[in-house]
Protein backbone atom coordinates (compact mmCIF):
# COMPACT_ATOMS: atom_id res chain seq x y z
CA UNK A 1 0.00 0.00 0.00
CA UNK A 2 1.13 3.62 -1.11
CA UNK A 3 0.54 6.77 1.28
CA UNK A 4 -0.21 10.32 -0.78
CA UNK A 5 -1.64 13.37 0.63
CA UNK A 6 -2.98 11.17 3.47
CA UNK A 7 -4.86 8.66 1.23
CA UNK A 8 -3.67 4.84 1.02
CA UNK A 9 -3.88 3.34 -2.42
CA UNK A 10 -4.76 -0.16 -2.79
CA UNK A 11 -6.22 -3.05 -5.16
CA UNK A 12 -9.40 -3.50 -5.39
CA UNK A 13 -11.15 -6.54 -3.37
CA UNK A 14 -14.55 -8.23 -4.56
CA UNK A 15 -16.05 -6.54 -1.25
CA UNK A 16 -15.17 -2.97 -2.53
CA UNK A 17 -17.53 -3.74 -5.87
CA UNK A 18 -20.66 -2.32 -4.44
CA UNK A 19 -18.82 1.01 -2.94
CA UNK A 20 -16.70 1.38 -6.63
CA UNK A 21 -20.25 0.76 -8.53
CA UNK A 22 -21.87 3.71 -6.18
CA UNK A 23 -18.64 6.02 -6.88
CA UNK A 24 -19.72 5.50 -10.96
CA UNK A 25 -22.86 5.75 -10.80
CA UNK A 26 -22.11 9.44 -8.21
CA UNK A 27 -21.96 11.46 -11.10
CA UNK A 28 -24.33 12.87 -14.28
CA UNK A 29 -23.67 10.45 -16.48
CA UNK A 30 -23.65 7.19 -14.31
CA UNK A 31 -26.68 7.98 -12.88
CA UNK A 32 -28.06 6.89 -16.67
CA UNK A 33 -26.01 4.08 -16.70
CA UNK A 34 -25.00 2.22 -13.52
CA UNK A 35 -27.69 -0.08 -12.27
CA UNK A 36 -26.49 -1.96 -9.29
CA UNK A 37 -30.05 -2.41 -7.12
CA UNK A 38 -31.37 -5.54 -8.66
CA UNK A 39 -29.44 -9.10 -8.50
CA UNK A 40 -28.49 -9.33 -11.89
CA UNK A 41 -26.48 -6.13 -12.18
CA UNK A 42 -24.86 -7.25 -8.95
CA UNK A 43 -23.87 -10.49 -10.62
CA UNK A 44 -22.61 -8.66 -13.40
CA UNK A 45 -20.02 -6.41 -11.78
CA UNK A 46 -19.13 -9.34 -9.60
CA UNK A 47 -18.20 -11.46 -12.77
CA UNK A 48 -16.55 -8.41 -14.30
CA UNK A 49 -14.63 -7.63 -11.15
CA UNK A 50 -13.59 -11.23 -11.49
CA UNK A 51 -12.14 -11.26 -14.77
CA UNK A 52 -9.94 -7.78 -13.59
CA UNK A 53 -8.69 -8.98 -10.79
CA UNK A 54 -7.25 -12.26 -12.42
CA UNK A 55 -5.69 -9.98 -15.49
CA UNK A 56 -2.18 -8.75 -14.29
CA UNK A 57 -2.36 -5.91 -17.03
CA UNK A 58 -5.30 -4.53 -14.95
CA UNK A 59 -5.19 -2.91 -11.89
CA UNK A 60 -8.27 -1.69 -10.29
CA UNK A 61 -8.23 0.63 -7.59
CA UNK A 62 -9.39 2.73 -4.51
CA UNK A 63 -8.08 5.77 -2.08
CA UNK A 64 -8.79 5.42 1.18
CA UNK A 65 -8.76 8.53 3.44
CA UNK A 66 -8.98 7.16 7.57
CA UNK A 67 -10.50 3.49 6.17
CA UNK A 68 -13.22 4.98 3.92
CA UNK A 69 -13.27 4.41 0.41
CA UNK A 70 -13.16 8.33 -1.07
CA UNK A 71 -12.38 7.49 -4.97
CA UNK A 72 -11.18 5.18 -7.53
CA UNK A 73 -9.79 4.93 -11.01
CA UNK A 74 -8.67 1.19 -13.70
CA UNK A 75 -5.37 1.00 -14.86
CA UNK A 76 -4.76 -1.16 -17.96
CA UNK A 77 -1.21 -1.79 -19.07
CA UNK A 78 -0.85 -2.49 -22.78
CA UNK A 79 2.43 -3.90 -24.22
CA UNK A 80 2.53 -2.97 -28.10
CA UNK A 81 4.93 -2.65 -31.14
CA UNK A 82 4.48 0.94 -31.73
CA UNK A 83 6.86 3.08 -29.99
CA UNK A 84 9.44 0.87 -30.23
CA UNK A 85 7.36 -1.85 -28.26
CA UNK A 86 6.75 0.83 -25.98
CA UNK A 87 3.96 -0.35 -22.88
CA UNK A 88 1.18 2.31 -22.38
CA UNK A 89 -0.88 2.77 -19.26
CA UNK A 90 -4.88 3.75 -19.88
CA UNK A 91 -6.71 5.44 -16.86
CA UNK A 92 -9.81 4.72 -16.65
CA UNK A 93 -12.99 5.33 -14.33
CA UNK A 94 -11.74 8.01 -12.37
CA UNK A 95 -14.17 8.78 -10.09
CA UNK A 96 -13.92 10.56 -6.18
CA UNK A 97 -16.43 10.73 -4.02
CA UNK A 98 -19.27 14.01 -4.41
CA UNK A 99 -18.17 14.73 -0.56
CA UNK A 100 -14.56 14.47 -1.29
CA UNK A 101 -14.18 16.43 -3.93
CA UNK A 102 -11.97 19.88 -4.26
CA UNK A 103 -9.55 18.67 -1.81
CA UNK A 104 -6.81 17.29 -3.96
CA UNK A 105 -7.83 13.51 -3.98
CA UNK A 106 -8.14 13.12 -7.70
CA UNK A 107 -4.71 15.04 -8.14
CA UNK A 108 -3.06 12.52 -5.84
CA UNK A 109 -5.04 9.73 -7.33
CA UNK A 110 -3.88 10.29 -10.71
CA UNK A 111 -0.33 11.17 -9.62
CA UNK A 112 -0.26 7.70 -7.96
CA UNK A 113 -1.83 6.26 -11.86
CA UNK A 114 0.83 7.65 -13.27
CA UNK A 115 3.52 6.09 -10.83
CA UNK A 116 1.77 2.83 -11.10
CA UNK A 117 2.72 3.28 -14.41
CA UNK A 118 6.31 4.24 -14.60
CA UNK A 119 6.79 1.24 -12.44
CA UNK A 120 5.53 -1.45 -15.50
CA UNK A 121 7.42 0.83 -17.70
CA UNK A 122 5.32 2.83 -19.64
CA UNK A 123 6.43 5.06 -21.55
CA UNK A 124 2.71 6.98 -22.30
CA UNK A 125 0.01 7.39 -20.58
CA UNK A 126 -3.23 8.59 -21.58
CA UNK A 127 -7.00 8.18 -20.84
CA UNK A 128 -10.53 9.51 -22.16
CA UNK A 129 -12.83 11.74 -20.81
CA UNK A 130 -16.06 12.51 -21.85
CA UNK A 131 -17.14 15.45 -24.26
CA UNK A 132 -19.64 16.75 -21.51
CA UNK A 133 -17.48 16.43 -18.52
CA UNK A 134 -15.95 19.86 -18.98
CA UNK A 135 -14.54 20.01 -15.25
CA UNK A 136 -12.71 16.94 -15.84
CA UNK A 137 -10.97 18.47 -19.29
CA UNK A 138 -9.67 21.64 -17.39
CA UNK A 139 -8.55 18.90 -14.35
CA UNK A 140 -6.44 16.84 -17.14
CA UNK A 141 -5.29 20.04 -18.87
CA UNK A 142 -3.95 21.03 -15.24
CA UNK A 143 -1.96 17.93 -14.74
CA UNK A 144 -0.23 18.43 -17.79
CA UNK A 145 -2.11 15.98 -20.16
CA UNK A 146 -2.29 17.08 -24.23
CA UNK A 147 -6.50 16.80 -25.62
CA UNK A 148 -3.80 15.37 -28.59
CA UNK A 149 -6.57 12.78 -30.19
CA UNK A 150 -10.13 12.21 -30.83
CA UNK A 151 -11.46 9.07 -29.48
CA UNK A 152 -14.47 6.98 -31.15
CA UNK A 153 -16.25 4.70 -29.87
CA UNK A 154 -19.18 1.99 -30.90
CA UNK A 155 -21.64 0.82 -28.88
CA UNK A 156 -22.34 -2.70 -29.14
Known amino acids: MIQAAGLTFRRARAVDV ?25 LAYLAAFGEIDADPNQLLAVAELNGEIVGTLQLTFIPGLSRHGSKRGIIEAVRVASDSRSKKIG ?5 WAIEQCRERRCRLVQLTTDKARIDAHRFYDRLGFEASHIGYKLAL
Open 107 to 111: EAMIA
Open 18 to 42: ATIVALLADDMLGAAREASADAEAQ
